[in-house]
């Protein structure tokens, strides 16, 4: 039996790939910031090298999928000194670990290390093209890869990168900082007034179909591969259409939307490369936005007990 440890395992993302793990038979435990009784978990901070290395002197793991993370460009200016300390600092600790123990790891970037670059979006672009990122989140997550590449070289570890773009779902709690689906929904339900900003285009992918493709990679996984994790790129979405999804699978007009042009600092939009990802790891999405909104839309009632 495979033994894998999920930094960041009760967040969004963690929290959906976990029993995807575990359906195939993979001994799986979860470390995170906060108390919890679920199976197989331990509280750790991962910028607290400390915390991290009691865990890895107590158990030894097959693979580490590392999702531990501040997200989001907002937040990163808020709460920038938990976004360095957290994405850059803990992935440190996390690589000191692996030198020594030889688990294999699955990183977490992010397609927000493309920044400012406009054409279409394949792996190598990084490492042909000079590319300036917009916020520090983005920042922090290009410093995780190069701390990646640099522990490859110069101490044999393996890790895979992997560039999730715009995953939305179930478990996908709102707060400001959060992505525009969440956002919407929320502020939807609540009679609230929302920000459209027109002329951005997104491709989102639903979190169990990116999930499948994250599991997959312990089944094929080549040290030093860097994938970009999304849906198809047909799938291709005005943010207006999203916001339109919302409002008509709630019955609401858009009253209380307002309508600006681009916003600043942002990719307007990203197209991207998921070529690899069909090839390597079976990627095969299989919910269009179409149903994965109102899908959210449920989970979202029910949680926050909206009816």
Same mark, same amino acid.
């Given at each position: 039996m495979t033994k894998v440890l999920v930094? /960041? /395992?009760? *967040?969004f993302i963690g929290s959906n790939l976990v029993p995807e793990l575990r359906k195939r038979g993979h001994e799986v435990w979860i470390c995170d910031l906060g108390q919890s009784g679920v199976p197989g978990y331990i509280r750790c901070d991962t910028s607290k090298y400390r915390q991290l290395e009691r865990i890895f002197s107590e158990h030894d793991f097959d693979y580490v999928y590392h999702l531990a993370a501040e997200y989001g460009r907002w937040n990163g200016e808020d709460y920038y000194e938990n976004l360095w300390l957290t994405n850059v600092v803990g992935t440190k600790n996390l690589l000191r670990l692996q030198e020594k123990k030889r688990f294999r790891m699955i990183f977490f970037s992010s397609a927000e290390v493309y920044g400012d670059y406009e054409g279409k979006m394949?792996?190598?672009?990084?490492?042909?093209?000079?590319?300036?990122?917009?916020?520090?989140? #983005?920042?922090?997550?290009?410093v995780g890869e190069m701390q990646v590449l640099n522990s490859a070289a110069? @101490? *044999?570890t393996e890790t895979v990168r992997v560039r999730p773009?715009? #995953?939305?779902?179930?478990?996908?709690?709102?707060?400001p900082y959060? *992505?525009?689906?969440?956002? @919407?929904?929320?502020? #939807?339900?609540?009679?609230?007034?929302?920000?459209?900003?027109? *002329?951005h285009k997104r491709i989102f992918d639903y979190v169990e179909d990116t999930c499948r493709t994250f599991a997959n990679i312990i089944d094929n996984f080549k040290a030093g591969e860097v994938y970009n994790v999304g849906s198809k790129e047909e799938w291709e979405h005005d943010i207006k259409y999203v916001s339109d999804l919302i409002l008509q699978y709630l019955g609401k007009d858009d009253s209380k939307v307002i309508y600006q042009e681009a916003e600043p600092?942002?990719? $307007?939009? $990203?197209?991207?490369?998921?070529?690899k990802i069909r090839r390597?790891?079976?990627?095969?999405?299989?919910?269009p936005i179409e149903e994965g909104v109102p899908r959210t839309i449920e989970w979202t009632k029910q949680i926050y007990q909206l009816r």
């Open positions: 930094t /960041g /395992g009760l *967040g394949s792996e190598d672009v990084m490492d042909n093209i000079a590319i300036k990122q917009m916020n520090d989140y #983005a920042m922090t997550k290009w110069m @101490f *044999g773009v715009n #995953a939305y779902g179930p478990h996908e709690y709102y707060s959060r *992505g525009v689906i969440p956002m @919407f929904i929320h502020k #939807a339900l609540h009679n609230e007034p929302y920000t459209v900003y027109l *002329g600092f942002t990719t $307007k939009v $990203k197209h991207m490369d998921f070529s390597d790891l079976k990627h095969k999405p299989q919910i």
